[in-house]
Structures are given as C-alpha cells and as structure tokens.
C-alpha cells in the first residue's frame, strides 16, 4: 500500500491540469537555435551541401521549425504578431551580416584567435551573441515568450545571460564570456568589448518599473573588464571610456574617461555601514 500523501497527489494532479505549456516548446526551442546558427554559418551545421538547393532546402525546414513554435505558442498567447515567419526572414541577412562583423571585432580584438573560423566553431562568447540576435529579431517583431526560451539555450551553455530585449550595437564583443548579466533596458553602443563576470543591471527590482529604463547605457568603444558591475537606468557610459576589473559604477561617466578599481583592505567591524554601497539588486 503506498504511503506517499495524498494532499500532495492532489496537488501536483491540479498542477498538471492548469498546465497548458506544451511539453515540446523547450526543446523545439533549442532545435531551432542550433538549426538556425548552422544555416547563417556552416561551422554550426551538422552537414554542409554547398547548392542552391541545399540552401532553400535549409532555409524551408528553419522556416517550418519557426511555424512549428509559433503554433506551439499561440496556445498560451491570444495575440500573435502578424506574418512572423516572413518578417523574420525578411530580416535574416541583416542578422547574418550584423554576426559576421561581430565574429571579426572578436579575433581582431584577441589576439589569441588565430581565425574567424576558430572565432566560431570555439568561442562561447560568439554563440551568445549569435543567439542573442536571432532572439533579438523575434523579440522586436513581437513573439513572445520564445526569444526568453532562446536566450536561456546560451545562458545554459556558456554563462552568459543576455535578455532578448536588450539592445546591442555592431561589433560587439565579448571575451571569455562567463558570468556576464546584460538586463533587458540596456543600450550598447558599437564597438563595445566586454569581459568575464560584467553585470550591467538594475540598482532595484520592482514590478512598477517594468516599462522603464532600469539598465545602463554604454557609448560607442567602451571595454569593460572583467568583474565590472555597471548599475542603473541613468547610468551612462561615455563613448571610447574604459572601465576597469572589478569597478562598481552607479553613476554617468564621461566620454573618454577611465574608471578604476582601487584596492583597499580594511579591519571587518570598522563601521556598520561599510558595505552599504555593495547592497543593490540586479
């Protein structure tokens, strides 16, 4: 006879009823962001036919995986945004061709790529953005719930956690990748290259201020390196700045400027409010 409780077989039995997600979306999900990486670059492509007819072919079957998850959607969501399919194919070269500058800022930008090639079968930081903007795409024509599900295929894979909504100039590039958090009001300018461990987040949470600007602003040429947390909606890089390992800025820095992390140790119990500064949300 079984002991297990049956509040709690009564419980996960409702669960199961209210639940309406389809069991297929998460890996569908993860289908498409492999199968759309490998038709944009072959080095992502299980096999690789170079025709005409291979090409359409690829570009039919990404087409009917994208038809397949907006069905899947459109079971949890009444409103749908209109000829999805063709709009974001309409705007697929611009994705490839925004990813092929960011492959190339990437190895010109370290010089331990000895090519673009190795830039995308290796790099983690490659396939985050890559992700990113073909979660971006569908994210700006309307879909919903699916560009969050993309996103976390990457954050899954190599760390980086970028949300669909944020908005990323061109050559972007991110060196090693693990750790970095860019939340969904932030604005990146071009030429921007970051390193391990950056967070640029909210100073708070609040449900309130969902339809604001809660993220920073990162000008034209900005390194961040590794470690730097960047905080707020107000707070704006400065264009061709640099911001050093480990700095913690919450408020605007001017263009051209460079923000540094000094090293400081301290007695712990020195002051009750010591640590004041550190205590934000992301």
């Given at each position: 006879m079984s002991t297990l409780p049956p509040e709690l077989i009564e419980r996960l039995i409702a669960e199961r009823r209210k639940h309406h997600v389809p069991s297929q979306l998460r890996p569908l999900a993860q289908q498409f962001a492999q199968q759309c990486l490998g038709v944009l670059f072959p080095h992502f492509a299980p096999t690789v036919v170079c025709s005409e007819d291979a090409v359409q072919e690829d570009l039919i079957q990404l087409e009917q995986s994208l038809a397949r998850l907006e069905r899947s959607v459109s079971t949890l969501h009444q409103s749908m945004p209109e000829k999805l399919v063709e709009r974001f194919f309409a705007s697929l070269a611009d994705v490839h061709q925004r990813l092929s500058e960011d492959a190339r800022a990437i190895f010109e930008g370290d010089p331990a790529a000895k090519s673009?090639?190795?830039?995308?079968l290796t790099y983690p930081g490659f396939f985050a953005i890559a992700v990113f903007r073909v979660a971006n795409l569908l994210h700006r024509l309307g879909m919903p719930l699916l560009p969050r599900l993309l996103t976390e295929v990457a954050h899954e894979k190599t760390g980086v956690d970028i949300h669909p909504g944020a908005t990323i100039g061109r050559r972007f590039c991110i060196d090693h990748g693990t750790g970095?958090?860019?939340?969904?009001?932030?604005?990146?300018?071009d030429g921007v290259?970051?390193?391990?461990?950056?967070?640029?987040?909210a100073l708070t949470?609040?449900?309130g201020l969902a339809d604001s600007k809660r993220h920073p602003t990162i000008g034209d040429e900005v390194v961040i390196y590794a470690g730097a947390t960047i905080l707020?909606?107000?707070?704006?890089?400065?264009h061709h700045s640099i911001v050093a390992g480990n700095a913690f800025v919450t408020t605007s820095v001017p263009a051209n400027s460079v923000v540094t992390r000094k090293s400081e140790v301290r007695p712990r119990g020195q002051s009750s409010s010591m640590f004041d500064d550190l205590d934000f949300v992301i």
């Open positions: 673009v090639d190795e830039v995308l970095i958090v860019i939340g969904e009001t932030t604005h990146i300018g290259k970051l390193y391990q461990g950056v967070t640029l987040g949470v609040e449900k707020g909606g107000q707070t704006n890089v400065g």
